[in-house]
């Protein structure tokens, strides 16, 4: 859904579902990307992601949702810094 705003910024979408992740090859900046398991350290998992992508940044905002895995999950928005360990 952000997508439709046409940001300027490169959009990173984490998903376990290959469908989902196929649906956002079709959005706007997105850059869909398909796991296994969710990563114990979204920091270093973001680092790493960005070497391989064409976005380039420092900062990245994490959003997370209540998912079927963690239905418990509040809705999360947290900047991360990844110019500190």
């Not at 994490?62 to 928005?77: A, F, I, Q, R, W």
Request: aromatic share 10%; hydrophobic share 40%; with cysteine.
């Amino acid at each position: 859904m952000i997508s439709r705003f046409k940001l300027p910024m490169w959009i990173t979408s984490v998903c376990k579902d290959h469908y989902v992740c196929q649906g956002m090859q079709f959005s706007y900046a997105v850059l869909p990307v398909q796991i296994e398991q969710l990563p114990a350290d979204w920091k270093e998992f973001m680092r790493e992601q960005l070497k391989l992508s064409p976005a380039e940044g420092k900062y990245v905002v994490l959003v997370e949702v209540p998912s079927p895995e963690n239905p418990g999950n509040k809705h999360c928005l947290e900047i991360l810094d990844l110019t500190t360990e």
